[in-house]
């Protein structure tokens, strides 16, 4: 019952089988690989994904995650689980009451045999055994109708005892059955073996791509922490920078208009006493009695207003309000600036990894570039170095770095002269430092960005992809995942522009490697 119990937690809900290389979703369910596969492939036109089983959603289609344990599990339940008797269909030749089925068959006396019959048979040699066979006619020759006792080597064939003596295998290379299956046993054996290493090998390569893919989706979901950091980052000083913009506005606003209402307030008391001065002139204007406009008191103070010198009454405030912007715009450009502060930061922290020190060996320079004496610059020159031959030295043009990466993250960048051609990139310390292949990019055992001819591309074992526009920016940068087997090339212009990354399983130690023809090449931080 257990078992039974067990049998059914084994099967994929979907196909309804014994687990084939689990997979399990984030809801925590498991499917047979290709099975999930299909059902989220008939959901990539609605872009709405769920999980067959609890139904749910995934905003995006979810990661497949191989389920090591329950894998183990299946392929030892699979070898514990009783296999069923083999049921062939031959049943004795001699149990003509009721059919049993036979367990050998004799080819002498072409007849199949059951356990009863098996015992009371003739133990003479005459009388082959075998396994149960409907047909006996394959094991006697059809020529001279007898049992095949030998194998012609020179023709691949069984014969039998007259075929040996006369006939077209007189004269062959001719052994007992016995004694060739033993050879063609002995000979399956290695292949067999020679599979097994090749198994064993595609085991190794699977185990090592599952870590990479585990790798991959760690590093994913650390970039997808890091960038979605970045941006509640950026949101949150860009909040912050509103409020203080808008504060700045909101109190330059106040101060102008409590500056402004108190002129406004001045010159409506001004107006106000204008008015009544007005008014009195009129009434004077109007009068008849001469008598009466002469005698009006205090008339020098009804004077014409714009003799009167009218800015004392307002501090003069009314002709520097309008000499003047109405707001403090440079304060508030000057606050907005922090933006370039913050898009700084951003570039600054698009590459988390600090750029390493990378110094030049000059053991490996052609004798073609000069090697600064800070060890950092590759000038290609006429002039012969006439160093010291050495075998680690390049025959052409070239020059890599003193010390390799066998793990980690890294990065440099490379200043490369207007003018020439030159490649960059990074190699195994095993490079040829001979010949056309030893070019960097022309073999399996380094990668490149170059330019030849005017013409932009990447390459690897002589396959090359080239670039549909040129590169403008004279600096690039060269970045290095070991254990993800990344190696990615970026122009830095602004905005940063990504050229290519390569991906392969790295084996031995990746040195900087420089090409320079016609110009230089400088390494930096």
């Known amino acids: 019952m257990a078992s039974a119990d067990l049998r059914e937690e084994l099967d994929c809900s979907i196909c309804l089988e014994t687990f084939t290389d689990p997979v399990m979703l984030r809801c925590g369910h498991n499917f047979c690989r290709v099975c999930i596969d299909q059902h989220l492939s008939r959901q990539d036109e609605s872009l709405i994904y769920s999980c067959p089983e609890c139904r749910e959603k995934f905003v995006e289609r979810p990661a497949l995650m191989r389920n090591f344990t329950l894998s183990n599990i299946v392929r030892n339940f699979l070898q514990t689980k009783p296999h069923k008797e083999v049921v062939t269909g031959i049943f004795c030749t001699y149990c003509v009451d009721s059919p049993v089925s036979a367990v050998k068959s004799c080819l002498m006396c072409e007849a199949s045999l059951c356990d ?60 007992l059955l016995d004694e060739a299956s033993e050879k063609k046993k002995t000979a399956l054996k290695k292949v067999l073996q020679k599979l097994t290493t090749k198994r064993e090998e595609a085991e190794k390569r699977v185990h090592s791509l599952e870590e990479r893919w585990n790798k991959v989706q760690k590093k994913a979901s650390r970039e997808a922490k890091r960038v979605n950091s970045q941006f509640k980052d950026l949101r949150r000083r ?90 403090d715009v440079t304060v508030i450009s000057d606050t907005l600036h922090t933006l370039c502060d913050i898009i700084s930061g951003i570039r600054s922290g698009i590459f988390v990894v600090d750029p390493i020190d990378i110094l030049l060996d000059v053991n490996t ?36 770095s003193s010390q390799g990466f066998t793990t980690g993250e890294h990065s440099w960048e490379v200043e490369i002269s207007g003018f020439g051609e030159w490649s960059v990139g990074m190699c195994y310390p095993s490079i040829d430092r001979r010949g056309r292949r030893s070019y960097i990019g022309n073999n399996k055992k380094s990668w490149s960005l170059c330019k030849y001819h005017d013409q932009y591309s990447v390459r690897h074992d002589s396959e090359v992809k080239r670039f549909p526009d040129n590169i403008s920016s004279d600096r690039v940068r060269i970045s290095l995942d070991y254990e993800a087997g990344e190696l990615s090339f970026y122009e830095l212009c602004d905005p940063i522009r990504h050229l290519h990354t390569f991906t392969s399983t790295f084996t031995e130690p990746l040195h900087a490697a420089l090409y320079v023809c016609d110009g230089y090449m400088t390494i930096r931080k």
């Open 116 to 175: 009863k019959h098996l015992k009371v048979h003739s133990k003479s040699p005459e009388h082959v055994l075998s396994d149960p066979s409907t047909s006996l006619d394959n094991r006697k020759c059809s020529v001279h109708n007898e049992l095949f006792k030998y194998y012609c080597s020179d023709d691949a064939t069984c014969i039998c005892v007259s075929c040996s003596l006369v006939g077209e295998h007189q004269g062959h290379g001719v052994e």
């Open 238 to 327: 860009l909040d912050d920078l509103e409020k203080r913009v808008l504060s700045d506005i909101s109190r330059q606003e106040d101060e102008e208009l409590l500056v402004l209402s108190s002129v406004i307030e001045t010159l409506e008391i001004k107006k106000d006493e204008l008015s009544r001065k007005m008014r009195h002139i009129e009434e004077l204007c109007n009068m008849t009695d001469p008598l009466t406009v002469l005698q009006e008191p205090d008339t020098g103070d009804l004077c014409d207003p714009e003799e009167g010198g009218g800015d004392e009454d307002t501090g003069g405030h009314d002709n520097q309000r309008h000499d003047v912007d109405d707001l």
């Open 365 to 400: 320079a052609a004798n073609n570039l000069h090697i600064s004496d800070d060890l950092k610059t590759a000038t290609w020159t006429r002039k012969n170095q006439n160093r010291p031959e050495r075998a680690e030295r390049f025959q052409f043009n070239q020059v890599i």
